[in-house]
DNA sequence: CGATCCTTTGATATGTTTCAAGCTTAGTGG
DNA sequence: CCACTAAGCTTGAAACATATCAAAGGATCG
């Protein structure tokens, strides 16, 4: 399982066995509970099994701001390896299950085995890659390029780690955790989606949503996946 | 020059021969001057040696995001390393010195030397905090929090890279780039500069400015200085 | 089948942008 | 050393995108 490792670095026979080796606990958790809570001082580093998750921080005035969303197959929290003090949440959006290894293993991990080290190295540039967008997002588009962004980032990562098949997708989001993804309030992503719906952009039933134009979604949400680093199939 | 990765990690003899060892390049630019592009297979990675530079990011609407603010002793462009694509540009905003190092050579170091590859990732996390703390600050805070914020956080660092004495220091960008930084627009920045002027926060002498008030830009600003993970002296 | 959470809608308020022009400063060449 | 020029800063008025407030309608779950 924790093999996707290999996405992005070869693995030779010894990372495997490590990786097998390691002290693991299988944790299932509702939806809405805290993975990490800022300011903790947390134990392990999670990789979240199923389900979806997302970082956030909140500001001074009580508003809150998701700063990234999760999915199968993602570390949550890679960085509390070296920092002692988290400096964001970490929360569920659904029911998930993850494992949970504690630091000093993986720390040991990664400091014996170098392929290994350099693949959660990885990972971490990664989403920073993603969060270097998310502010060209929440910092310069408009509130319907910024919609459209998220929708096309969250639908070709569900695509990449092999959770949608079609153009149809479940969006683990309310309406008002998807306003604090983009910065916007609840009240104008309700609109917004409903103009993309008028449109004929996107369908949507319930929690689900189905992108009807695809071509036209990654124009109007100026989105161009090549922060993704990803090895996606082309669509 | 290169040993600031003793800040955040204890490195052997060999590791810092290994550095010394390294094949450096030295160039002097002047402002304005692109160290990479958006899209460039760049081949080194760069070490801010002085003067300031930040990284951005254009939209399809050409509006531009940046993304971070460099002084001396940053490195600009350390996941350079493992993509072969640049995912943004680097710019210099004022005269600068860096040393470039082929990602060949950084690559090599990584993998021979665990303690320098550890200290580089613990480096490339706390870029990860900043840009979250970025997210946060163009996604849910009012004007003058928000520019209050990055100067609270540019006054911070300036302190931990030894580059501010007082409460006065060089600030290298227009109030253009600054609003860049903190998506808005150059008109409404130079409002809250006044504003902030006249209610006595700051004070304003060309391009250098003196916190007047540390204590209450602070809290305009919303500044918490945690995400930073310095070994900042208190204040 | 009631209660709660989420979504939808309308009316109004506001922070920020846009446009446009004048002003200051720093740099350059005569 | 002065005049000229370009870049950056400042200011005002009007426009606009998004927020706020408030209330009703649906969905989901004990």
């Given at each position: 399982m924790i093999t996707r490792f290999e996405k992005h670095e070869p693995l030779g026979d010894g990372d495997r066995e490590a990786l097998a080796a390691l002290p693991q606990n299988v944790r299932t958790l509702v939806s809405g509970s805290y993975i990490v809570r800022d300011g903790d001082h947390p134990e392990t580093c999670s990789l979240l099994v199923s389900g979806f998750a997302c970082r956030h921080k909140t500001t001074g005035e009580g508003a809150r701001q998701i700063i990234s969303i999760h999915m199968r197959g993602?570390?949550?929290?890679?960085?509390?390896i070296f920092f002692d003090v988290s400096d964001h949440s970490v929360q569920a959006l659904s029911a998930v299950e993850l494992v949970s290894v504690p630091r000093s293993a993986v720390r040991a991990l990664a400091m014996s085995r170098p392929a290994i080290a350099r693949a959660m190295w990885i990972e971490t540039l990664i989403d920073a890659s993603i969060f270097r967008e998310w502010i060209v997002n929440v910092g310069r588009r408009d509130s319907r390029t910024r919609l459209a962004h998220l929708l096309c980032e969250f639908f070709v990562r569900l695509k990449m780690a092999g959770l949608?098949?079609?153009r149809t997708f479940s969006l683990p989001l309310t309406q008002e955790q998807l306003a604090d993804a983009v910065g916007l309030t609840p009240v104008h992503v309700n609109r917004v989606l409903r103009a993309f719906d008028e449109e004929g952009l996107i369908e949507r039933d319930r929690r689900s949503i189905t992108i009807v134009d695809w071509d036209r979604m990654r124009e109007v949400g100026d989105?161009?996946?090549?922060?993704?680093h990803g090895n996606a199939a082309s669509f």
């Open positions: 993602d570390f949550v929290d890679l960085q509390n949608a098949e079609n989105f161009h996946e090549r922060y993704l």
